[in-house]
């Protein structure tokens, strides 16, 4: 392990990809961006405001639907979806946050 600190130029593999995103894709929802030096090939992109956006970027990235990894949190309260591609060189994980619906009780007593 290095025991160098990590400089900005260290990151510039996901910058660009975050660049170039921007350039092809800034149409889409804007996402929570993340670009840490812990893992400098990553960009992260968390979507918040439910899965369409999450979709939306999906698609984008050319990310089949059976490689995306479905998981609950916070008491089965929570969606979140994962998958990763790659991009530009980097690794870009793409995280979508939504909620789960209540169940609808069967006859549609409440």
């Given at each position: 392990?290095?025991?160098?600190?990590?400089?900005?130029?260290?990151?510039?593999?996901p910058m660009r990809a975050l660049?170039?995103?921007?350039?092809?894709?800034?149409?889409?929802?804007?996402?929570?961006?993340?670009?840490?030096?812990?893992?400098?090939?990553?960009?992260?992109?968390?979507?918040?405001?439910?899965?369409?956006g999450f979709e939306?970027?999906?698609?984008?990235?050319?990310?089949?639907?059976?490689?995306?990894?479905?998981?609950?949190?916070?008491?089965?309260?929570?969606?979140?979806?994962?998958?990763?591609?790659?991009?530009?060189?980097?690794?870009?994980?793409?995280?979508?946050?939504?909620?789960?619906?209540?169940?609808?009780?069967?006859?549609?007593?409440?």
């Amino acid at each position: 392990m290095s025991t160098e600190t990590p400089t900005l130029d260290d990151l510039t593999v996901p910058m660009r990809a975050l660049r170039l995103l921007a350039a092809d894709f800034g149409h889409l929802p804007a996402p929570t961006v993340s670009i840490s030096p812990i893992y400098p090939e990553r960009l992260e992109l968390s979507l918040h405001s439910g899965l369409p956006g999450f979709e939306a970027w999906r698609e984008a990235l050319g990310i089949a639907p059976d490689v995306v990894l479905y998981r609950e949190q916070s008491d089965g309260r929570t969606r979140v979806l994962r998958a990763v591609a790659a991009y530009a060189g980097a690794v870009v994980e793409l995280i979508g946050y939504g909620d789960v619906c209540a169940p609808v009780p069967v006859g549609g007593a409440a």
